[in-house]
């Protein structure tokens, strides 16, 4: 978990309500991530963030909304609109390198286990 | 279609043994594959990153294996404890300047039974 953390660890929302997931990072990273978890598949990129004031859809992005107001922190909005919210959210960070063929390691949260009623 | 690939999707063994998780990828173009491994209800942890030019790479107990030719790696646990216990999730990542986009397997799920 290292210095990410996310809140609430268990979240449970009725139908037609919008949800926001909290994730901070104290690693100083400029780069944060949201993934989805469902049993039996990979986890699946919804948004993502490169630097504050600016993101990018993922793969999954329809229904969900995020922001980026502080180098920290990188809420998630599942909205009414996700038709399938049930699932284990989780967000990550990492640097960026800025070089081409390069990695960055990207560190994870403890995850949001979100259920809907 | 998942371009990720590992098995078995689950595994059991006797404390004490060694195992080998397999992932497959048909990923293009390659910069480095990662395994991970996750806790059940916690998020994953980073055990090895391998770059396309490395073909083995050990931390502690866990040590990983790449052929980039055959796009096949492998994860070879020794002496498995039961902490050992959890999925083992197979990463390939394509390079992207400055970013990176992993595509992540589905899992080995393993249990380590006294």
């Known amino acids: 978990d290292g210095g990410i953390t996310q809140s609430p660890k268990y979240l449970f929302r009725k139908e037609g309500q919008n949800v926001t997931l909290s994730c901070e990072q104290n690693l100083n990273h400029d780069a944060m991530y949201w993934y989805r978890q469902d049993p039996g598949q990979g986890l699946r990129l919804i948004y993502y963030?490169?630097?504050?004031?600016?993101?990018q859809k993922g793969d999954i992005a329809e229904g969900y909304s995020v922001s980026r107001e502080k180098k920290e922190s990188f809420p998630l909005t599942v909205t009414s609109a996700q038709k399938n919210p049930t699932a284990f959210y989780l967000c990550?960070?990492?640097?960026?390198?800025?070089?081409?063929?390069?990695?960055?390691?990207?560190?994870f949260g403890p995850g949001t286990r979100l259920t809907v009623l | 279609k998942n371009q990720v690939e590992q098995s078995p999707q689950s595994l059991i063994i006797l404390e004490g043994k060694n195992c080998t998780l397999q992932?497959?990828?048909?990923?293009?173009?390659?910069?480095?594959l990662r395994w991970y491994k996750q806790d059940t209800g916690r998020g994953p942890v980073s055990l090895t990153i391998m770059t396309f030019s490395e073909n083995t790479k050990s931390n502690g107990r866990y040590t990983a294996t790449l052929d980039a030719d055959t796009k096949q790696s492998s994860l070879h646990i020794t002496a498995s404890q039961l902490s050992d216990s959890a999925s083992y999730i197979c990463?390939?990542?394509?390079?992207?300047?400055?970013?990176?986009?992993?595509?992540f397997g589905t899992g080995t799920r393993l249990t380590i039974i006294p």
């Open positions: 963030s490169q630097i504050v004031n600016d993101f």
């Open positions: 992932c497959n990828y048909t990923v293009s173009p390659f910069s480095n």
């Open positions: 990463v390939v990542s394509v390079p992207n300047f400055g970013n990176e986009k992993l595509t």
């Open positions: 990550a960070s990492s640097s960026l390198s800025g070089r081409a063929w390069s990695y960055n390691e990207q560190f």
